[in-house]
C-alpha cells in the first residue's frame, strides 16, 4: 500500500521559511517525478515543482527564485525549501509521486499540510 507522508506545514509570518517533506512508502516501481501541488480556498489545485529522477526541475512563475525543490531518491523522499513566503503562499500543499509500473502510468497524493502566511 501507498503512503506519501507529508509534514514541514504550519504559521509563518511573511518574509519567513518553511521546508515541506514528503516521504513515500510501499512504492513498488520507480518514481519518475516528486511534485508539490497547492490548493487555496476557492482556487483550483495548481502545481508548485517538479522534479524527475535525474534531478530536472520545474517550478510556477510564482515561486521562482524563492522555492526549491530536492529529493533524496534512496529515501524516496522530497523536499520544498520555501523562502520569502507571502500571503498569497497561503494554501493546502500536497505531495506528488507518479512513474511507470510496466506499462501503466501511476500517480498517488498525500493527505496534503496546511501552509499559512500571516502575521
Known amino acids: 500500500q501507498v503512503q506519501l507522508v507529508e509534514s514541514g506545514g504550519g504559521l509563518v509570518q511573511p518574509g519567513g521559511s518553511l521546508r515541506l517533506s514528503c516521504a513515500a512508502s510501499?512504492?513498488?516501481?520507480?518514481?519518475?517525478?516528486m511534485g508539490w501541488y497547492r490548493q487555496a480556498p476557492g482556487k483550483e489545485r495548481e502545481s508548485v515543482a517538479r522534479?524527475?529522477?535525474?534531478?530536472?526541475?520545474k517550478y510556477a512563475d510564482s515561486v521562482k527564485g524563492r522555492f526549491t525543490i530536492s529529493r533524496d531518491n534512496a529515501k524516496n523522499t522530497a523536499y520544498l525549501q520555501m523562502n520569502s513566503l507571502k500571503a498569497e503562499d497561503t494554501a493546502v500543499y500536497y505531495c506528488n509521486v507518479g512513474g511507470w509500473l510496466g506499462s501503466s502510468w501511476r500517480d498517488y497524493w498525500g493527505q496534503g499540510t496546511q501552509v499559512t502566511v500571516s502575521s
Open positions: 510501499g512504492i513498488i516501481f520507480s518514481i519518475n517525478v
Open positions: 522534479i524527475t529522477s535525474g534531478g530536472s526541475t
